[in-house]
T-cell receptor, first 116, second 114 residues
């Protein structure tokens, strides 16, 4: 069966450390993978997108890797801050039959808490 | 920065009633989506819409659901006869035409069915 799993429901780290979140999937062939941030009562906010032929993407303190052999993506936040506390969602991007935009398949998310 | 807006932010409705959730996507986007998130669960895809027709839909999107783009700016989700299990956050999203572009989400409508 098809599954997308994020390694843990909650992750607690100390301010200044690097947070590493994991996303694993089975029986999907995503064209790309996206990471979103979701705060309580708000909609997902886009952070980073990585395509199937890319290994790594960076944006400021954020880094994402994508290993299609392992069927895994890692999301890193370096020099974490209390303001980074939120739920982080992994989403697989599929293409529709015409090869253009398809829907996203979301993981359940990892709730990150950064303690001062 | 342009954003997706949704109204109302909270809708309370009696079971069996019809509801219409409204969304204004980002103006130059061409793909539109509805997702839902039941409390404590993951965000689930409902339907995508392009060129005035449904592009894809999930198993959740049964005959009780319909979508419409009644004019050049609004995108609506109608639930014909609501059930208790329809209680959830409903998110609208939009994206440009090109493949692999991020989807931009609104802040959702919390739908509570009594």
């Amino acid at each position: 069966s098809q599954k997308i799993e994020q390694n843990s429901e909650a992750l607690n780290i100390q301010e200044g450390k690097t947070a590493t979140l994991t996303c694993n999937y089975t029986n999907y062939s995503p064209a790309y993978l996206q990471w979103y941030r979701q705060d309580p009562g708000r909609g997902p906010v886009f952070l980073l997108l990585i395509r199937e032929n890319e290994k790594e993407k960076r944006k400021e303190r954020l880094k994402v890797t994508f290993d299609t052999t392992l069927k895994q993506s890692l999301f890193h936040i370096t020099a974490s801050q209390p303001a980074d506390s939120a739920t982080y969602l992994c989403a697989l991007g599929l293409l529709n039959y015409g090869g253009s935009q398809g829907n996203l398949i979301f993981g359940k998310g990892t709730k990150l808490s950064v303690k001062p | 920065e342009p954003e997706v807006t949704q109204t109302p932010s909270h809708q309370v409705t009696q079971m069996g009633q019809e509801v219409i959730l409204r969304c204004v996507p980002i103006s130059n986007h061409l793909y539109f989506y509805w997702y839902r998130q039941i409390l404590g669960q993951k965000v689930e895809f409902l339907v995508s819409f392009y060129n005035n027709e449904i592009s894809e839909k999930s198993e959740i999107f049964d005959d009780q659901f319909s979508v419409e783009r009644p004019d050049g700016s609004n995108f609506t989700l109608k639930i014909r006869s609501t059930k208790l299990e329809d209680s959830a956050m409903y998110f609208c999203a939009s994206s440009p035409l090109r493949e692999g572009q991020p989807q931009h989400f609104g802040d959702g409508t919390r739908l509570s069915i009594l």
